[in-house]
């Protein structure tokens, strides 16, 4: 940001390229019309005025360069109307001559007294003047650019949270400034006088020497992260290097370490079942991904047995929600104990290590192994885990007993991906097969495959269906938390086939993207939305942006931009009024046209919204260096708020953090009054949710403007 602010700066320092404006203030009409002679012929713009009042006058409506200026005058004198300049302009480099008579001394003090950049005797070189002048428009405009830019760092200091340290070209520090924000363990060390790397702790010495050598053999930076302990506490600083002038380098340092233990936190959360500590969907996901690729190398099995329970939640009411804590970890700990018994009794299967268990919900349990040179006994392990997980739980003198079913599903068998292995287990259990067979375990088969050809015949449909104008865009309202009612809006899909039916944008937006058929949704879905803005214009309804979801391979395509433009335009719909909302992976997916994409429709002025926030990778270190105007809390965050500290927590960084690099911040899936009082008290700018209205069609949708006034 530093750079980029800094090369701004430079570029932006745009000269006046005519001929200088001069303007000349002379009582005496001869002067006035030799001066006007001779410097029009040295290449000025000359304008002349008769006295103070005039000259003053002319300053208020147009620009000038330079102003030459008689000190004796009748009415106002030189020494007053070159006061009164200085006052008017308020820029102390603007040039004023003022012409004095010879051997005039006191006219001479009186002259810099009144702010006069310098002063001619009369009768005047012409040659000199000219000279003088030029040089004086030229130092302006240096020294007017050296201020704007040092006003622009100092600026940009006080609002960066980072400190700074000047090094000469043997890394001793020669300055230091706004220390106070960095660990006071390092802060006491890194002061002038000591090289920065005798400052710091041997291997982040090293890493910093490295990178200011890189930074020193060009002018490029390179960031390095420092650790620090401090009351046994570890610290992590941030720093990289800019080339300064001569050797100097600047180095900018900037603590981490709250950063840090929140995106920690907000890893686990995201990463972590609260309850058990055992993997969450989504790291499950992440690690099948992972395994399903090594089997395929090494030619070997993964297996995953998901233990589904049907009834888990009739035991709330008695055992309350700390019961089912304490339930969910037992049942953990039964299927963790077991596998490893059975593994140790086995020990050509697999290394007790490799079981991975994971919850998905209260009532879905899952084990996988992996690298297994084939499946034969799952069966004999599902069943072995089962007698254990359907033993009797006690919990404060209530004894659960607890029906299950299991799904047993080969890598080999189903597709080799994690949602397609996952899935396999889920039809396993809910297979018309297996509720009729009566067993509890039940293996994933070819014959369920049949959910496959179901998507591919949601394909054909859709595909027939978006030719045929079936897809509808709803509405659901944005508000916001002070009082300004109606903000905005999010456009979302929705499709009814009339073989079947209601088919929501979770289940067919993912075929969509998988089949390329997206495209051609987001076209239609665009000119749809672009049209209703339209007509709601025309019908006089308060204009507020509305949002769309924009598929990664959407804005990964060539024409989005002119694509977007050319809409807008053609309705002469003003850019701000059109939101997109992408989702984290698009930002961290550096190798597409989707950044750049995103850049030029932002500058376009086309808002731009994180989606789902704080489910991906986005660190919120990083969110300065995006192309974007709002961030969108994840629904899960949301839903547990008023239950949940750590999810409470994360909600208050996302707003703080958002805030402090001037983001709007709202939050979705917002269900219940406590949940949006929560919102208000963390400070959260909007919000959206059924608890303040439903996606309707834009007829529907009338009455929120209506009630918005
Ligand atoms: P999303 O962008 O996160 O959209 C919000 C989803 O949450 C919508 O589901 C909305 O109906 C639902 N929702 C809103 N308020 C609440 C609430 O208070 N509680 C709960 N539980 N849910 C709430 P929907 O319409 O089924 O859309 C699902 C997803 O499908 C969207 O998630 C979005 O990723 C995708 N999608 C929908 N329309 C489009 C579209 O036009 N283009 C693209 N590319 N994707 C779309
Ligand atoms: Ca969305
Ligand atoms: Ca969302």
Request: hydrophobic letters at 40%; charged letters at 25%; one cysteine or more.
């Given at each position: ?140 405009a240096v020294k007017k650019h050296l201020n704007d830019r040092s006003h622009q760092i100092s600026s940009m200091l006080k ?517 949006l009082e929560c919102l208000t008290n963390l400070g959260c700018d909007s919000v959206q949710g059924y608890f303040t209205g ?16």
């Open positions: 940001m530093f750079q980029s602010a800094l090369s701004a700066t430079l570029d932006s320092s745009s000269t006046y390229s005519g001929p200088h404006r001069l303007l000349v203030v002379d009582d005496d009409l001869a002067v006035r019309m030799v001066s006007r002679y001779a410097l029009e012929k040295s290449g000025f713009g000359v304008t002349d005025a008769s006295d103070g009042f005039t000259a003053l006058s002319w300053l208020k409506s147009h620009a000038f360069d330079a102003v030459l200026l008689d000190a004796r005058m009748p009415g106002i004198d030189g020494f007053a109307t070159c006061r009164q300049i200085r006052e008017l302009l308020n820029d102390d480099f603007f040039p004023i001559i003022i012409a004095t008579g010879q051997d005039d001394e006191d006219s001479v003090e009186a002259a810099f007294e009144s702010g006069a950049t310098d002063f001619a005797t009369k009768p005047l070189n012409w040659r000199i003047i000219t000279k003088r002048l030029n040089s004086l428009i030229g130092a302006r609002t960066s949270s980072e400190a700074m340290l000047v090094l000469d070209d043997n890394g001793v520090i020669q300055a230091s400034h706004l220390l106070e924000r960095l660990p006071s363990e390092l802060s006491r060390n890194v002061t002038p006088g000591n090289r920065l790397i005798d400052c710091l702790q041997t291997d982040s010495a090293l890493v910093v020497e490295q990178a200011r050598a890189e930074a020193l053999k060009g002018d490029s930076f390179d960031s390095f992260v420092v650790y620090s302990s401090q009351d046994g506490l570890a610290h992590t600083v941030q720093g990289r290097f800019i080339a300064g002038s001569e050797n100097e380098l600047i180095c900018l340092l900037q603590d981490q370490s709250e950063a840090f233990v929140v995106e920690k936190q907000m890893f686990d959360l995201v990463h972590k079942d609260p309850s058990t500590g055992v993997a969450n969907e989504k790291q499950l996901m992440s690690e099948l991904r992972q395994r399903l690729r090594d089997d395929v190398e090494t030619n070997t099995h993964s297996v995953l047995l998901r233990y589904s329970a049907s009834d888990l939640r009739c035991f709330e009411p008695r055992i309350g929600r700390q019961g089912m804590a304490r339930l969910a970890r037992t049942i953990v700990e039964r299927l963790g104990v077991g596998v490893e018994n059975f593994l140790l009794t086995r020990d050509q299967i697999s290394e007790p290590g490799n079981a991975l268990i994971a919850r998905l919900s209260d009532s879905d349990y899952i084990v996988v192994l992996s690298g297994l040179e084939g499946v034969g006994f799952a069966d004999e392990l599902a069943d072995v885990l089962l007698r254990r997980v359907t033993a009797g739980i006690e919990i404060d003198g209530f004894t659960c007993s607890v029906e299950w079913a299991v799904g047993v599903a080969d890598s080999i068998d189903s597709s080799a991906t994690p949602d397609g292995i996952l899935s396999a287990t889920a039809y396993a259990i809910h297979s018309e097969v297996a509720l009729a067979s009566g067993r509890r375990i039940h293996r994933y088969t070819t014959e369920l495959r049949e959910r496959v050809y179901q998507d591919i015949e949601i394909e054909r449909l859709l595909r027939r269906d978006i030719a045929d104008g079936v897809l509808e865009m709803h509405y659901q309202p944005k508000f916001g938390l002070s009082g300004l009612g109606l903000i905005g809006m999010e456009a979302l899909m929705r499709w009814t086939n009339s073989e079947l039916g209601v088919v929501s944008p979770a289940r067919f937006i993912p075929i969509a993207e998988k089949s390329g058929l997206i495209v051609s949704c987001s076209h239609i879905m665009v000119e749809k939305v672009l049209d209703q803005m339209l007509v709601w214009r025309e019908e006089g309804r308060k204009q507020v942006p509305v949002s769309i979801n924009i598929s990664g391979i959407h804005l990964n395509t060539r024409t989005i931009v002119q694509e977007l433009q050319a809409g807008i335009k053609q309705r002469n719909i003003p850019p701000h009024l059109l939101e997109l909302e992408v989702t984290e992976s698009i930002m961290i997916d550096g190798s597409g046209k989707a950044i750049k994409n995103l850049t030029d429709l932002r500058n376009m002025g086309v808002r731009v919204a994180i989606d789902d926030f704080g489910t991906g990778y986005s660190s919120l270190s990083y969110l300065r260096s995006l192309p974007i105007d709002c961030l969108k809390i994840d629904r899960s965050f949301v839903r547990s708020i008023t239950t949940c500290s750590t999810a409470q927590a994360i909600a208050k960084a996302i707003i703080t953090v958002g805030h402090d690099v001037n983001l709007h911040v709202i939050a979705e899936g917002v269900e219940t009054h406590e949940q439903r996606p309707v069609a834009s007829a529907e949708f009338i009455r929120f403007f209506d009630s918005a006034g």
